[in-house]
């Protein structure tokens, strides 16, 4: 029997285990003991809200790094021995390998010969695209808009026309403090007519969620989105 790579997805906010994660899910986090993690210490956070079959200080977590992980190391968590029983792979927040440095993972596990296993849970992604009522045939994330403010406006109007050329939801996000200034960056650059979603606190007791016409956004109070972690998207009129 080949090795399994389990893809476990971890809240996206402080909220209740059985809002956010099927019982069965948890169950496999459970009972791993080997995990590879985008931050080491919000894994070991998502374990013991989780429980645990061994001691919390048996689990082994390796931590992937920032900038870049060398694929022979994580090859090497991978061939370990302790890998044999099954290797959980956490993200900081919702779905592993998704927008996440997890992804690299996935890859050298499937030419490692692993059985991959991808369980259900939160995307931040899919869940403020699903609510937004924009277009969920032809969508793009973009990850992080630029921070310079003529970059980013420059970046906001290619992704307008874009998506008035494709009609195509963007989909984006930002530092969570930088979130009103990313607000009103995005009522001043885009037209009117373009609708805009904003998603904030997914899964959450503060989650949030509204769409309106840039032109409507103007017209009305600016939403509380300060450090809050936040999806943004909006699609252009044709």
């Known amino acids: 029997m080949s090795k399994t790579l389990h893809l476990i997805p971890v809240p996206l906010g402080d909220s209740a285990n059985e809002n956010w994660l099927p019982a069965a899910v948890q169950q496999q986090a459970n009972e791993l003991s080997y995990f590879i993690a985008e931050n080491a210490k919000t894994a070991r956070a998502f374990l013991k809200q989780m429980g645990t079959q061994r001691p919390l200080q048996d689990i082994i977590i390796h931590q992937l790094d920032k900038r870049g992980t060398p694929k022979k190391q994580i090859q090497q968590w991978l061939q370990a021995p302790e890998a044999e029983n099954g290797v959980g792979l956490v993200s900081e927040a919702g779905c592993p390998a998704v927008a996440d440095p997890g992804a690299v993972v996935v890859s050298l596990a499937h030419d490692l010969g692993f059985t991959v296993k991808p369980h259900v849970g ?20 973009h990850g992080y808009v ?17 998506s008035k050329k494709q ?13 009103p200034a990313l607000f009103e960056a995005l009522l001043k ?31 009305q109070t600016a939403p509380d989105l300060n450090k809050y972690p936040t999806l943004f998207l909006f699609q252009a009129s044709a």
């Open 167 to 179: 009609q195509q939801s963007q989909i984006f996000i930002e530092t969570p403090y930088r979130n």
């Open 146 to 162: 630029p921070k310079q403010a003529d970059d980013q406006a420059r970046t906001l109007k290619l992704w307008e026309q874009a």
């Open 122 to 141: 939160p995307s931040s992604i899919l869940l403020g695209l699903m609510a937004s009522g924009l277009d969920g045939q032809n969508f793009c994330f």
């Open 189 to 219: 650059t885009l037209e009117p007519s373009t609708r805009l979603c904003v998603a904030r606190s997914l899964t959450t007791p503060d989650e949030w969620i509204r769409t309106h016409t840039v032109s409507q956004w103007r017209n």
